[in-house]
């Protein structure tokens, strides 16, 4: 098992978090020692994963507080994802996007990877989505306009994600969105894809076929996830159409249009991530507020 070079010198997270992101742009013309597990004091455990933990965690000499995920190689091996894991490490380092958890830098021992990531205070979203049941159509709207810019901007990279749904999704300290998880994202600047990834509710018509797919599948996905924070349940739970559509006709009609306009069969039919993000119910006025209390204590 091989990953060895670092993302982000250790000199860069001594420094404020604004002087960290200024200062990486020039990382590769600096020679430091590595990280090693003696640079963090590891804090209590933030979330448990198929292949390892993150836990909340401490640069000691910067005192800068972060999420170190620790990851065991065995594991990651006897599952063949070390490739996926250097994909993932090597896509997120690279991405600069306030609605995108940022990957400081990586680090391994003989039997873990380590990921430094910033840390995002208020937890995961599906665990928000659960004590609320639902949310209401400006928290969805403004959380949809979010994503939908994190995936423009992804998308501009020729990155897809092909996970979405609210386990890889974070709240940062003002509540933001984050994209968290970047397992089964690929980079495909000019080849259609054609491999069956991701989670089973929120996969596309054309990845459950087996055609070759691009960066709509992300446009179903988002239409899958706004179902989810309108209802509080993924569209396709449902027994029947007939269930899905009753579901679906307790929001208003603007929120209606964009959920039938990202699930369309034919992904070249979908809404543009540009047309999510003038939508009317988007962008005229559901979106872009001040985010209302959560529901639960955070």
Request: aromatic share 10%; hydrophobic share 40%; charged share 20%.
């Amino acid at each position: 098992f091989v990953l060895s070079c670092q993302i982000v010198p250790r000199s860069y997270i001594i420094m404020p978090i604004y002087s960290v992101l200024k200062a990486m742009d020039s990382s590769a013309r600096v020679k430091l020692k590595p990280w090693s597990l003696e640079n963090f004091e590891i804090g209590r455990p933030l979330g448990k994963g198929k292949f390892g933990n993150v836990y909340l965690a401490r640069e000691r000499q910067s005192m800068f507080i972060l999420a170190l995920k620790v990851l065991f190689k065995k594991q990651l091996e006897k599952a063949g994802v070390e490739h996926q894991l250097r994909r993932e490490v090597e896509i997120q380092s690279h991405l600069r996007h306030p609605n995108i958890l940022r990957l400081y830098g990586y680090f391994h021992d003989a039997s873990r990877v380590y990921l430094i990531l910033e840390f995002a205070p208020k937890g995961q979203l599906y665990s928000e989505l659960q004590r609320c049941g639902r949310f209401s159509e400006d928290r969805s709207a403004t959380y949809i306009m979010e994503l939908a810019d994190a995936l423009s901007y992804c998308h501009s990279k020729n990155v897809i994600h092909r996970d979405i749904k609210p386990e890889n999704l974070l709240l940062g300290a003002n509540g933001e969105l984050k994209i968290a998880d970047f397992g089964w994202s690929v980079h495909a600047p000019s080849a259609r894809r054609s491999t069956l990834c991701g989670t089973l509710d929120y996969l596309p018509p054309e990845m459950i076929e087996g055609k070759p797919h691009d960066q709509n599948v992300d446009l179903w996905s988002l239409g899958v996830l706004c179902y989810e924070f309108l209802i509080g349940q993924p569209p396709f739970e449902a027994k029947t159409h007939e269930e899905t559509y009753r579901r679906i006709s307790r929001v208003s009609a603007g929120a209606k249009d964009l959920v039938a306009n990202l699930l369309k069969h034919n992904p070249l039919h979908r809404l543009p991530i540009q047309g999510v993000l003038t939508h009317p119910w988007v962008g005229g006025g559901n979106g872009a507020q001040t985010l209302p209390p959560f529901c639960g204590t955070v």
